[in-house]
């Protein structure tokens, strides 16, 4: 079940029954050779989809444009200031929250967005904190769970590309958008086949040293196939953690 594809009334109903939503969050970003520049929005977004559709969970909009200042020497990425970020993120959940959602489950898909996710966290809780006006309201709970760090999928991504999975545009991430958007698959050559790793710093160092955006990765490994597994096995994980989330 989609936020952004039903009606008020609708969600009216899934409150009755669930206070918990899972809200995608990524980056757009380049992403190499062949990957999309949504890559990390549309990862999330692809998993909590097919997670909602299989279990009823509530997923809303995506959050798509995160930190990627690194990125910016390359055409087409779009970044937020870690404020910008924060104040945004504090909207959503205050939206969310007078509706009568209480659990906020962020599905991640981009390594960058960490720490500005945590001191969004951070700033949301001091809200409630700060208020002294003595609201006995139901407590607010934040979740930030990175979509490879889900029981079993960083283990099951370094077994199918055991060479070259690396750390930005992995051959992981671009399948399952492959699986999400087959008509954009790419075939390009890499070269170098595996790409260097190092050190990110800002835009223009990170350009000389990824000069085609790639870190320690061959991205030309990745399939439809591959892509579809992934996505099986996350959104399963995502149902069980997502779960856990609202018992505890
Ligand atoms: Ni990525």
Not at 81 to 100: E, K, Q, Y
Not at 128 to 138: A, K, M, Q, R, Y
Not at 215 to 227: F, K, M, N, Q, R
Request: glycine content about 10%.
């Amino acid at each position: 079940m989609q936020l952004h594809q039903s009606t008020w009334q609708e969600i009216d109903k899934y409150l009755e029954t669930s206070k918990g939503i899972v809200i995608p969050v990524g980056s757009t970003e380049q992403h190499g050779p062949n990957g999309l520049l949504g890559t990390d929005a549309l990862c999330p977004e692809i998993i909590a989809k097919h997670a909602g559709d299989a279990s009823g969970i509530l997923v809303g909009p995506t959050f798509n444009v995160g930190i990627a200042q690194h990125h910016m020497a390359f055409s087409g990425t779009i970044t937020l200031r870690p404020s910008t970020m924060i104040a945004a993120m504090h909207d959503w959940v205050s939206s969310l929250r007078r509706h009568g959602f209480e659990k906020i489950y962020w599905l991640n898909g981009h390594g960058g967005n960490i720490a500005t996710i945590n001191a969004a966290f951070a700033e949301i809780y001091t809200d409630g904190s700060l208020d002294t006006s003595g609201h006995n309201g139901p407590p607010l709970v934040l979740n930030l769970k990175n979509w490879w760090e889900l029981p079993g999928i960083m283990k099951m991504c370094t077994k199918m590309y055991p060479e070259g999975h690396g750390s930005h545009a992995t051959p992981s991430e671009v399948a399952i958008t492959y699986f999400g958007y087959p008509e954009s698959v790419k075939d390009v050559a890499m070269s170098p086949k595996i790409a260097p790793h190092g050190p990110i710093h800002d835009a223009e160092d990170y350009r000389r040293r990824f000069p085609d955006g790639r870190i320690g990765s061959d991205p030309a490994l990745a399939t439809v196939e591959d892509g579809g597994k992934l996505v099986d096995a996350t959104s399963k994980a995502l149902i069980a953690d997502f779960g856990k989330f609202l018992a505890t």
